[in-house]
């Protein structure tokens, strides 16, 4: 990609190394990566925005690719994350950002704008609604709510036990388990089972929109890493539902364009749907302009659909 004109520099941020890929001029987009991604995540709109004159700029987030790893699980709440967020723009000189988020990027993105919306010009987020995951109701947090939904193999209860799912990981390998995870096209729910973790006989065949290229660069970065990291996000949840008692029932009010697709996992959650598209969505986000479902399109959507996602990412903040 540096052949291409993406530049990558460490920035001092918040007591962390933070590593961050960017390219152009103009006003600055902010595009903040999920599970299990890096700054890669968002190589096809790095290129795309900064060709129609904006500057793009995709950090690897705490626990990601070559930015620090800290190692205790409540170093990674989202007061962490958004601070890391908030010093980077900072050390960048930036006052004010468009931002684009995918997956815990989308989740990250949401709290963002709801502890410093002064910093928001406008908000694209991809994936991953606002209020399911900042429940109304105060006595059923995150990781009891989903075992209640979906069971204890449900990927985000697997995720709670220290050490178990990187274990898991390890028997199926890294780029086995990346292959598994980007070409999953099952909107149900994700579960976690020993069948599902033994070591593969068979390379599985990735995706059209990744090529053998994109799957050996995520690799190699998450042999490096690991996935402690990542997986703290997780470990985080109930903590990140304690501490953001004081914006319970707060309204995210910045311009928003939401985008999902319809074989996304998170499209199914019970009640989004209606919640998205019959007015919850827009009396929690009153700023809320568009949600645009494109079908037949899964959980990565910035690789799956990338000139698509581009352009509606630039349709939306050009008005800004």
């Known amino acids: 990609?540096?052949?291409?004109?993406?530049?990558?520099?460490?920035?001092?941020?918040?007591?962390?190394?933070?590593?961050?890929?960017?390219?152009?001029?103009?006003?600055?987009?902010l595009l903040i990566h999920g599970f299990p991604e890096l700054w890669y995540s968002w190589r096809h709109q790095i290129l795309g925005l900064a060709a129609r004159g904006y500057r793009a700029i995709a950090p690897d987030l705490r626990g990601y690719g070559d930015t620090s790893a800290p190692p205790s699980v409540a170093s990674y709440s989202v007061f962490h994350i958004v601070g890391d967020v908030i010093a980077l723009l900072d050390a960048l000189a930036i006052p004010e950002v468009f931002v684009v988020g995918h997956?815990?990027?989308?989740?990250?993105?949401?709290?963002?704008?709801?502890?410093?919306?002064?910093?928001?010009?406008?908000?694209?987020?991809?994936?991953?609604?606002?209020?399911?995951f900042l429940p109304r109701n105060p006595q059923d947090k995150l990781v009891g709510y989903f075992r209640s939904l979906y069971g204890d193999d449900y990927y985000v209860c697997k995720f709670q036990e220290l050490g178990a799912v990187e274990a898991d990981f390890a028997r199926i390998g890294t780029e086995n388990?990346?292959?598994?995870?980007?070409?999953?096209?099952?909107?149900?729910?994700?579960?976690?089972?020993?069948?599902?973790?033994?070591?593969?006989?068979?390379?599985?065949?990735?995706?059209?929109?990744?090529?053998?290229?994109?799957?050996?660069?995520?690799?190699?970065?998450?042999?490096?890493?690991?996935?402690?990291?990542p997986v703290n996000y997780y470990r985080c949840l109930d903590l990140n539902w304690e501490l953001g008692a004081p914006w319970y029932s707060a309204q995210v009010k910045v311009p928003v364009k939401f985008i999902v697709g319809?074989?996304?996992?998170?499209?199914?959650?019970?009640?989004?749907?209606?919640?998205?598209?019959?007015?919850?969505?827009?009396?929690?986000?009153?700023?809320?302009?568009?949600?645009?479902?494109?079908?037949?399109?899964?959980?990565?959507?910035n690789q799956e659909k990338a000139d698509e996602v581009t352009e509606h990412i630039y349709d939306f903040i050009r008005k800004f």
């Open 177 to 229: 388990l990346l292959r598994v995870v980007y070409s999953n096209r099952d909107p149900g729910p994700l579960h976690m089972r020993k069948e599902n973790f033994g070591p593969l006989t068979m390379q599985i065949p990735l995706p059209s929109w990744l090529s053998e290229e994109d799957i050996r660069y995520y690799a190699s970065k998450f042999e490096k890493s690991g996935f402690t990291g």
């Open 262 to 301: 319809d074989l996304d996992l998170t499209y199914h959650y019970p009640g989004i749907q209606d919640y998205l598209h019959k007015g919850g969505f827009k009396q929690d986000v009153p700023l809320l302009e568009e949600v645009v479902v494109l079908e037949g399109v899964a959980h990565f959507i």
């Open 103 to 132: 997956d815990w990027g989308a989740i990250i993105s949401w709290y963002v704008c709801l502890f410093r919306p002064d910093r928001v010009k406008a908000l694209v987020n991809l994936s991953v609604a606002f209020s399911p």
């Open 1 to 29: 990609m540096e052949s291409q004109g993406i530049t990558h520099r460490m920035v001092q941020v918040n007591d962390i190394t933070m590593h961050v890929a960017e390219k152009g001029e103009g006003p600055p987009v």
